[in-house]
Each structure stands twice: as C-alpha cells, then as structure tokens.
C-alpha cells in the first residue's frame, strides 16, 4: 500500500484474537490490525485494493475519523499519498 501510495504508513498489529459472527455461528480466529494512514481522497482506492489482496470475503475496511494532528504530519500524509502525474 505504501509502494503505491495508497497509504503513507502502515502500522501491523499481530496477533489478535477475534471472536464474531460468521455464517450463522460464532467464529474464533487470530488475526493481524493494519492501521494505514491515508486521505479522504485516497481511501476509496486504498480499500478497492485492500479487497482485491484480502482473502476474507468481507474484510474489515474501515475509517476512523482524524480529529486532530500537527499541520507538519498531516502535510506529509497528504504529499506522501498524492497521486504521481498522470495517475
């Protein structure tokens, strides 16, 4: 994600145990969080593509809302996913 600047960071978190509904039962698994930084603009293509790797047929694709941040890291989130020319 990184490579394509779909993200500017990702962070792996692992692993987890994870207990949800699933087909009607209660399913158990470890699983690993990857928390990326992207845009607003940049989110749509980020999960397009996060689903397109994922081998769940629903994957947790999610947005959490940025409150708050530094102009300086917020800054570099943007230039570092920003589209190359004529992408």
Do not use: N
Not at 32 to 56: C, G, P, Q
Not at 62 to 79: H, K, M
């Amino acid at each position: 994600m990184v490579g394509q600047r779909l993200a500017a960071d990702c962070q792996i978190i692992a692993p987890i145990e994870s207990t949800y509904w699933w087909a009607g039962e209660i399913q158990r698994s470890e699983e690993w969080l990857l928390l990326m930084k992207t845009t607003v603009e940049r989110f749509e293509d980020l999960a397009r593509r996060v689903r397109e790797l994922h081998s769940y047929e629903v994957p947790q694709i999610v947005a959490v809302a940025l409150v708050a941040g530094t102009a300086d890291y917020l800054e570099w989130i943007r230039r570092e996913t920003a589209r190359a020319s004529g992408a």
